[in-house]
């Protein structure tokens, strides 16, 4: 069989550590033949563990110990901290291994209920299990989740070639925010998602992009974002965002006005590359051979 789970984009500018979208960049697993000992077969980097010290394997072998060891298959075009949910990726694919092998017939819920535990926060895991867009929470170990389709759009993914860690665009953050700015920045939130529900693209590209967590104090570390954002802008794109963590830059607008933004920010002297991306409305998902 074949593990297949799609690359995510969470946050969404004001949807700190709740909001995420599965777009169309993919990891996939091939289960083969038992053997004694397990072996991972990949081309994803020499420091990529090809045994049990691999996340996936400790993810699945987390859930059930005695799974009984096969050769496996890791084929993924999820660049590495990069803000596309490479690791989230991993991890829900350890537990759909762990649910495929153990016979566990796990729920949507129950994996969102794992992976969150995992990875603390549901913004990119559970856009991996369901599709599509996901609003969901974590607080105090209660998870939920809304499942919405994503507003007609394209997304165009400027992805740098450089790496930028989570914990490092996570150390620019304020430890706290005042009261009234706290206010502020929650309203904005719930109106972005307000128009991501409704379909109302201009309002939600408006409040996406007035986002008060974390862009502004991370936007600096990403040196093309001002750059994308202006020429995303001129040309009628409905928002500019950092990617998850980033240093990805997610351009959402009309599909009649993305291939103008893609070829006016081809003109520019950047070094990553431009991706088009769709949603993605499935999710995790197993394929029988």
Request: aromatic content about 6%.
């Amino acid at each position: 069989m074949k593990i297949i789970v799609p690359a995510t984009s969470a946050n969404v500018g004001p949807g700190f550590d709740s909001v995420g979208v599965a777009v169309t960049k993919y990891l996939e697993i091939q289960v083969c033949e038992e053997r004694e000992e397990w072996m991972i077969e990949h081309q994803l980097g020499k420091w990529i563990p090809r045994d049990e010290r691999n996340l996936l394997l400790k993810i699945a072998l987390q859930i059930v110990p005695d799974l009984q060891p096969r050769r496996l298959k890791m084929v993924s075009d999820i660049p590495l901290a990069r803000g596309l949910g490479s690791s989230s990726s991993v991890i829900v694919a350890g537990i759909e291994l762990a649910n495929q092998l153990g016979n566990l017939k796990l729920s949507k819920h129950e994996k969102l209920q794992l992976a969150t535990k995992i990875e603390g926060h549901p913004d990119n895991v559970a856009p991996a299990i369901y599709g599509n867009l996901v609003i969901a929470s974590s607080v105090e170990g209660q998870v939920s989740a809304v499942v919405a389709p994503f507003p007609e759009c394209a997304f165009l993914a400027y992805i740098p070639n450089y790496e930028l860690r989570t914990r490092d665009s996570r150390g620019v953050l304020p430890k706290k925010l005042s009261y009234k700015e706290a206010v502020a920045a929650s309203s904005i939130a719930n109106v972005a998602i307000a128009a991501l529900l409704t379909g109302d693209m201009v309002k939600a590209g408006q409040a996406i992009e007035s986002d008060l967590f974390h862009e502004r104090y991370r936007q600096e570390l990403v040196r093309e974002f001002a750059t994308i954002k202006k020429v995303a802008k001129r040309n009628g794109a409905y928002a500019t965002y950092l990617s998850g963590a980033g240093p990805t830059v997610m351009v959402l607008a009309d599909p009649d006005n993305m291939p103008k933004i893609k070829a006016e920010l081809e003109k520019q002297p950047f070094k990553g590359k431009l991706h088009d991306l769709q949603v993605d409305t499935q999710g995790v998902r197993v394929e029988e051979k």
